[in-house]
Structure formats: structure tokens, C-alpha cells
């Protein structure tokens, strides 16, 4: 303290033999120390629970046309065991990109490819299905294929040139709709359906069962199957984020 206060150039307490009395500058130096303390002992408490999982913030993406209808329950799992976590669940562009880009934690999507630093966890397996409104021209018909495509008004929830049923069907097999229309709600694209406008091409789960007013018919004599998965960097070794993956799994089990 001697030594502080020479550096000072004055005093901060008043010395007695029997007390030391803080002065002006004294009390105004214990106040903002007391403050300062406080302030290393919040930090010191974030970090802890930072290292925990428990702080900071986790951000889940989801393609849109997986049901999700387990999120509800995941983020209670989440919420109850790190509670001074920030999880959103927000929407982006590209998922992957996203991830890539450091936007998105954790991303959910059907489609997977090789990317460097990407882990792909399996979650739950879906069907693409064609859906269409009775007595339409290829409602007769056991299944669908690609070829079966052409000529026809198609509502889609992607923009076509983006979507793998361009880049692995229509475009190699130069397949030329009918009309297309390029519609982001699921359930507007499922009603115009019923409605007559065109057919669709969504994954089963999101019908929730409900086919009534609908044709659907498979992908293919074998159908379309496909596994919708979760997404991590590679390096991501965050205890919530494993969590995350962990509940995911736990939730999406047998759907």
C-alpha cells in the first residue's frame, strides 16, 4: 500500500495507532476496486461455465422441409441442462455455407456432401414422395419418375437451378417442366395442390399423415428414401454442442 501511494504521489488512508482512515482519494480508490473485483469474479464465473458448455450461445439451423416437430422438447433438453446458454434457431440460405462460414452451430439437412472439417451425424430416415390432386394425369400411375416430370406445373419449394432435382435429374435428362412456381410455404404449396394447380414433390413427414385430398405417389418402383442429418465443424468440441447432437438423436429416434 506504501508503495502504491508513493507512485501516487499522496496518501490514501490516514494512518492512527489505532486505525486507518481512507481519504477522499481512498474511498474513491476502494469503490472502484470493490467494482473491478466484482467484475473478475463474473468473468472468472462466464469462463467457468463457458469451459462447462454452459454460456456463450448455440445457433441451429433447419432445412425447412424437415418436420420439425421435435424442437419443442430439444430445446427443453437444452435449456434444462445449460441454462445460461443462448440457443437460437434461425433460418439461412445455405446450410452448409453457413456452417462453413462459422454463422450456424449445428445444421439440420436431407442432402449431404463431402466437406472438408464437416461431421455428418445420421438422424432419422424420410421419402421424398410425389404429391398431386386426384384425377390428375399421372395420379393412375403405381410411381413416378423424372421423365414423368416433363410438361407439368410443378410448385416447389426451391429455386429450381439450386435443387438437387435439377442438378441430378432435369438437367442431365434434359427434362423441361411444364411451368414452375417457385413457393417458400409448405403448406400454400400443399393446398394449391389440393386445389388442382400442379403437383409437388415434398418429403413424406411433412404430410403428417394427412393425405387427405391428395395423391401420393413414390419416387421411383423403390420410392426415394433418404436420411435427414445434423451437421458440426469438425473441431467442435464444446460439451453443448455434443449435448445438442446427443438430444437430436434422442428426439428424432423412430421417426
Same mark, same amino acid.
Given at each position: 500500500? *506504501? @508503495?502504491?501511494?508513493?507512485?501516487?504521489?499522496f496518501a490514501l488512508f =490516514?494512518?492512527?495507532?489505532?486505525?486507518?482512515?481512507?481519504?477522499?482519494?481512498?474511498?474513491?480508490?476502494?469503490?472502484?476496486?470493490?467494482?473491478?473485483?466484482?467484475?473478475?469474479?463474473?468473468?472468472?464465473?462466464?469462463?467457468?461455465?463457458?469451459?462447462?458448455?454452459?454460456? &456463450?450461445?448455440?445457433?441451429?439451423?433447419?432445412?425447412?422441409?424437415?418436420?420439425?416437430?421435435?424442437?419443442? %422438447?430439444?430445446?427443453?433438453?437444452?435449456?434444462?441442462?445449460?441454462?445460461?446458454?443462448?440457443?437460437?434457431?434461425?433460418?439461412?440460405?445455405?446450410?452448409? /455455407?453457413?456452417?462453413?462460414?462459422?454463422?450456424?452451430?449445428?445444421?439440420?439437412?436431407?442432402?449431404?456432401?463431402?466437406?472438408?472439417?464437416?461431421?455428418?451425424?445420421?438422424?432419422? %430416415?424420410?421419402?421424398?414422395?410425389?404429391?398431386?390432386?386426384?384425377?390428375?394425369?399421372?395420379?393412375?400411375?403405381?410411381?413416378?419418375q423424372a421423365p414423368d416430370?416433363?410438361?407439368?406445373?410443378?410448385? /416447389?419449394?426451391?429455386?429450381? @437451378?439450386?435443387?438437387?432435382?435439377? #442438378? #441430378? /435429374?432435369?438437367?442431365?435428362q434434359k427434362i423441361e417442366?411444364?411451368?414452375?412456381?417457385?413457393?417458400?410455404?409448405?403448406?400454400?404449396?400443399?393446398?394449391?395442390?389440393?386445389?388442382?394447380?400442379?403437383?409437388?414433390?415434398?418429403?413424406? #413427414?411433412?404430410?403428417? &399423415?394427412? @393425405?387427405? &385430398?391428395?395423391?401420393? #405417389?413414390?419416387? &421411383? @418402383? =423403390?420410392?426415394?428414401?433418404?436420411?435427414?442429418?445434423?451437421?458440426?465443424?469438425?473441431?467442435?468440441?464444446?460439451?453443448?454442442?455434443?449435448? *445438442?447432437?446427443?438430444?437430436?438423436?434422442?428426439?428424432?429416434?423412430?421417426?
Amino acid at each position: 500500500l *506504501a @508503495e502504491l501511494e508513493d507512485r501516487l504521489g499522496f496518501a490514501l488512508f =490516514q494512518r492512527t495507532r489505532k486505525a486507518m482512515i481512507a481519504t477522499e482519494a481512498g474511498a474513491a480508490f476502494n469503490q472502484h476496486a470493490q467494482r473491478i473485483l466484482g467484475d473478475v469474479a463474473v468473468l472468472d464465473d462466464y469462463l467457468k461455465r463457458y469451459g462447462k458448455g454452459d454460456a &456463450g450461445r448455440l445457433r441451429l439451423s433447419i432445412d425447412p422441409l424437415h418436420h420439425a416437430d421435435w424442437l419443442a %422438447a430439444w430445446l427443453a433438453q437444452m435449456r434444462e441442462e445449460f441454462p445460461h446458454l443462448n440457443v437460437q434457431v434461425k433460418q439461412v440460405p445455405d446450410l452448409l /455455407y453457413s456452417l462453413q462460414q462459422g454463422d450456424s452451430d449445428l445444421v439440420i439437412l436431407g442432402e449431404t456432401s463431402p466437406a472438408s472439417e464437416i461431421d455428418f451425424h445420421a438422424l432419422n %430416415a424420410d421419402e421424398l414422395v410425389a404429391i398431386l390432386p386426384p384425377g390428375h394425369a399421372l395420379a393412375h400411375r403405381p410411381w413416378l419418375q423424372a421423365p414423368d416430370l416433363a410438361g407439368q406445373a410443378l410448385l /416447389y419449394h426451391f429455386e429450381l @437451378e439450386q435443387s438437387y432435382l435439377y #442438378r #441430378r /435429374y432435369l438437367h442431365p435428362q434434359k427434362i423441361e417442366l411444364g411451368s414452375l412456381q417457385h413457393i417458400q410455404d409448405i403448406p400454400a404449396i400443399i393446398a394449391l395442390v389440393r386445389a388442382g394447380m400442379g403437383m409437388s414433390l415434398l418429403p413424406r #413427414r411433412l404430410l403428417r &399423415g394427412d @393425405e387427405q &385430398g391428395l395423391v401420393v #405417389r413414390p419416387i &421411383g @418402383e =423403390q420410392g426415394f428414401p433418404f436420411t435427414w442429418h445434423v451437421a458440426v465443424a469438425h473441431g467442435d468440441t464444446r460439451p453443448a454442442t455434443q449435448r *445438442a447432437v446427443h438430444y437430436l438423436k434422442e428426439q428424432l429416434a423412430g421417426h
